[in-house]
């Protein structure tokens, strides 16, 4: 691969940025999107953001966990009793990865 | 350095056109009186809206998990083989971080570059979505401006911009609230990722810090739970997710997402309760 052809592609990776962020934000005209579909859209970002949480708490390199030893089910649970404590995302990064080191420094898990 | 010149030209008050809420009046001459009677007014610049301030304030909670994963995706791209200006090139005009992650050992190997891009493309698909709820709020700015503020909406900003204004109807707060957001969360995707670039292997990967990413996701998550049907279409989007995690270039995400639309229109369906009038704006 030539610097210039680098180039080339990671300007339109930037492009296909671009595309896909706006892609419903180019046409001027209004769009007809059926009404049940603007409505279901509501569900879009809470499914997303599952989509992405799942499977990085429930499985390693793509099945699903078989042990309770993972340090990541217990870090799981404190971020999430801290998260319904207090109400902070900040605080529930920091409680849920101080817990995941803890049991991996102190068990190996 | 470009790439910061840019941000900071785009809060320049300059570049704020009074925001125009034509929404239901279409014609030409509704649209001037509302653009005069908007423009009377003092302009305010962008950066001091406070709901700029309260945009930037929402996002810095997970401002530490994003810098977390902007930190990984630089050590990632660092030990990738690319050279790293081209690299550093990368991370700061491709900004979007799973699709870089993507294509990166596909342009190491040296594919064609139609199937860097066709990756990036499917990686990137769940933002399609995502612009269709954009819609809603910015369709009435120019499209070059519609598209500038498109370039910059990552995942959280989506997220978060939608607890804010759950409304779909625009609003004048929507634009400064989007901008505080975009600006937090560029810096702290961004200057993580120049480091990580940087430092490289220095960082050791057993710190779990790719789990404060997954943790602040996951705080986010709850805060969008608030009755049955987001619990139920959480729980779906979820299994879903899980279930087809063994698709290629993540498409498990648009299949979590389509099955989360599908039960949580289903349970809105099915559930009687009164009809807001002001929620029927279809």
Known sequence: ?109 | MSRIRVVSNLLKPRSLDPFVPTHGARSALGRTIRRMSVSDAAPQALWRHPEFARGAREMTGTALGIGAWGLLTGVAMAKSGLPLPLAAFMSLIVFAGSAQLAALPLLAGGAPLWVVWATALCVNLRFVIFSAGWRRYFSDLPRARRLRMAYFAADLNYVLFMRRFPDQRPVPEAVPYFWGGVVLNWTAWQVPSMIGLFVGDRIPSEWGLGFAGTLALLALTYSLLHDRSTWIAAAVAGAAAVAAYALPLKLNILVAIAAAVAIGLLIDHTTTRPVDPEEDLT
């Open chain 1, 1 to 109: 691969m030539t610097a210039l052809e680098g180039v080339i592609a990671v300007i339109g990776l930037a492009l296909i940025t671009i595309l896909t962020r706006g892609f419903f934000l180019i046409p001027e005209r209004e769009l007809p999107l059926p009404a049940w579909l603007q409505q279901g859209l509501r569900y879009a970002p809470l499914a997303a953001l599952v989509a992405v949480v799942a499977p990085e708490v429930v499985m390693t390199q793509g099945r699903l966990i078989s042990t309770w030893m993972d340090a990541r089910l217990p870090a799981v649970l404190a971020a999430t009793a801290y998260f319904y404590w207090r109400r902070g995302i900040l605080g529930t990064i920091l409680v849920g990865t101080a817990a995941l080191l803890a049991l991996k420094l102190a068990f190996g898990w």
